[in-house]
């Protein structure tokens, strides 16, 4: 079964790498944050135990399987842990994969998440000799949005009622989300979009779909 080897990416100012045991707590506290809840799949309220059955089974079989890859998103300087990128729904034969990526909130607004996919991007295309990347948003996502354009991504199109997000019911006062279906924008980049792309910092949000969330 083809799968994607156990990797290291640096950037100027970011390594990203498999998750390790050690990177728990910084998660819980990531996917507990009312931006990722809203507009991801994850849990809630995300547990140890979700983080810790994310880390030690589902990232691994996602690589293993073939599936994708899973990468810890960490400031060179600091180690500390500033998101998550994750390739999914990858098909071997045409090379082509489906990227998600999440940012803690203390690290949004740094650019680091167009830094991390672009990253991403430029090692798929070069190393695994990809030829396509495909991103979706929320149509109501407007900054996650602006990070796609910021790396090259080309629109492509709405599938209209494909996804859900969260909100919070009017008047709700006891932390209840509420599920509501949404349009989705369906973004690609192609190893040509990168060529020339300049080096600048994205100014937006920092989550993406993830629908194969535990």
């Known amino acids: 079964m083809t799968s994607f080897p156990e990797i290291s990416i640096s950037t100027e100012r970011l390594v990203l790498r498999p998750y390790e045991e050690s990177d728990i707590p910084a998660m819980v506290e990531m996917m507990n944050d009312e931006s990722v809840i809203a507009w991801t799949s994850v849990p809630y ?124 019911p009017e008047g709700e006062t006891d932390g209840r989300w509420e599920e509501i279906r949404t349009d989705l924008i369906v973004w690609s980049l192609l190893p040509e979009d990168l060529d020339g792309l300049a080096e600048e910092s994205a100014d937006g949000s920092d989550y993406a779909a993830y629908a194969d969330w535990q």
């Open 45 to 168: 309220p995300y547990t140890e135990a979700d983080a810790r059955s994310f880390i030690a089974e589902f990232a691994p079989a996602e690589r293993a399987e073939g599936r994708g890859i899973v990468l810890a998103v960490t400031e060179f300087l600091t180690q500390r842990l500033v998101g998550t990128v994750h390739l999914q729904r990858t098909d071997w034969r045409i090379r082509s994969s489906e990227v998600g990526y999440m940012i803690a909130p203390w690290a949004r607004g740094e650019g680091y998440a167009a830094e991390a996919v672009q990253a991403t991007a430029q090692w798929l295309f070069d190393d695994q000799k990809f030829e396509r990347l495909e991103l979706r948003t929320a149509a109501d996502n407007a900054a996650s949005q602006q990070v796609a354009q910021k790396i090259g991504c080309i629109s492509e199109g709405v599938l209209r009622g494909a996804g859900l997000v969260r909100i919070r």
